[in-house]
């Protein structure tokens, strides 16, 4: 018997997340210095990090000898006043996947089956899986998530349907009077996660309150980030919000320190960095129309994004991935999110856009 035995199947089974390959490995395997090379595969902010965030960080430091504050008071506070929800109602995480885990171990057992989207985040699957739960994939429309045919893949053992809007990689929306139809819809003992990690990246016209929908669904759980938008993705922190119980039995299963010092500071910070929200929401929309129209002279078709990031469609996607890490441009391939033909790029500073394209270019001939 091997020690990989001792692991229930469940275990054994997951297929790791894959992660965009960081700089410093292709400065290693290509002997080129790091100054030289382009990210653009994690949808990180390419403004970095807020500078009322940095202030934030050097005020922190000397505590650092100290346990954080494991109730995240500071943070809770701020989000309270930017989102007027209630201290109970939030549950912070070490990043936004801490906060699908928990709502995956409060509520899957290995009796239980969770719904999702085919082509959508692949830390649902993970933290469904890591529970022995069963794991319902509903085939998408034209890379989105199908509504009516999620609906019908709920049994009477599923508890949690994940929706990501926008969803990573395919960058699709689904609209404010569809999505509230289907929580209505919503039988009693299925809770409903709406991932919004891309939410601040919405253009104003299709924004909804959804925050204000907690106080009519008590099944609605809203994971959001700080890693996008508010550039501080190195510093995992995230967070739910949801009615005062739900955030109360995740609560429960959560590490009591599990997000750090230095991020809770830094968060509190960057939530009221307006100018910085501003400037990184409108350096997306021209980078996003930078892409899209180098995209379409090149003649390759994407699919419409709502986030910070576009996949689109190459031939040989594989070896197109590897000619622009040769470039030293780092997209992401999707092979793993069943789209063996895209890749993703993450929309970055202007010269950094226009490098990309110019690579890419290269790359396809
Ligand atoms: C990036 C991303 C997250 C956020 O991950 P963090 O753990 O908060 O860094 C969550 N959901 C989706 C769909 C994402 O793309």
């Not at 509504?147 to 994940?162: E, G, N, Q, S, Y």
């Not at 830094?266 to 501003?278: E, P, S, Y």
């Amino acid at each position: 018997m091997s020690v990989s035995d001792l692991a229930p199947s469940h275990i054994r089974a997951i297929a790791p997340y894959q992660p965009g390959k960081p700089i410093s490995e292709l400065a290693r395997e290509m002997g080129i210095e790091e100054s030289s090379i382009i990210k653009l595969a994690s949808n990180e902010n390419p403004l970095g990090v807020s500078p009322l965030a940095q202030r934030a960080i050097q005020a922190v430091l000397g505590d650092l000898g100290r346990y954080p504050d494991g109730n995240g008071f500071e943070l809770k506070q701020a989000l309270g006043e930017r989102y007027g929800v209630a201290l109970d109602s939030i549950v912070l995480g070490n990043g936004s996947n801490d906060v699908l885990d928990l709502a995956a171990r409060a509520f899957l057992t290995p009796a239980d089956a969770a719904v999702y989207s085919q082509h959508a985040f692949a830390v649902y699957p993970l933290a469904v899986q890591a529970m022995g739960a069963r794991g319902i994939e509903v085939p998408a429309r034209d890379y989105a998530h199908d509504l009516d045919a999620m609906a019908k893949a709920i049994t009477p053992a599923t508890r949690v349907v994940f929706i990501a809007n926008p969803n990573n990689p395919t960058g699709t929306f689904v609209g404010a009077d569809a999505l509230e139809a289907f929580i209505k819809g919503l039988p009693d003992h299925v809770l409903l996660v709406l991932d919004e990690a891309y939410n601040e990246y919405l253009p104003v016209e299709v924004r909804t309150d959804t925050v204000a929908w907690l106080r009519r669904f008590p099944n609605l759980v809203i994971s959001r980030t700080l890693s996008k938008v508010y550039g501080l993705a190195g510093l995992r922190v995230g967070y739910a919000l949801a009615s005062p119980e739900v955030a109360g039995l995740m609560n429960r299963v959560r590490e009591p320190f599990n997000v750090n010092s230095v991020a809770l500071a830094a968060a509190a910070a960057a939530l009221r960095d307006d100018d910085f929200i501003r400037a990184s929401y409108e350096l997306n929309r021209a980078g996003m129309t930078q892409i899209t129209e180098g995209l379409t002279a090149l003649g390759l078709k994407y699919i419409p994004s709502y986030g910070n990031f576009v996949s689109f469609e190459v031939e040989d996607a594989a070896g197109v991935f590897q000619r622009l890490l040769q470039a030293g441009v780092i997209v992401r391939p999707i092979a793993g999110y069943g789209m063996p033909n895209h890749l993703r790029v993450s929309i970055g500073l202007q010269s950094e856009n226009a490098r990309f394209l110019e690579s890419l270019e290269r790359a396809i001939a």
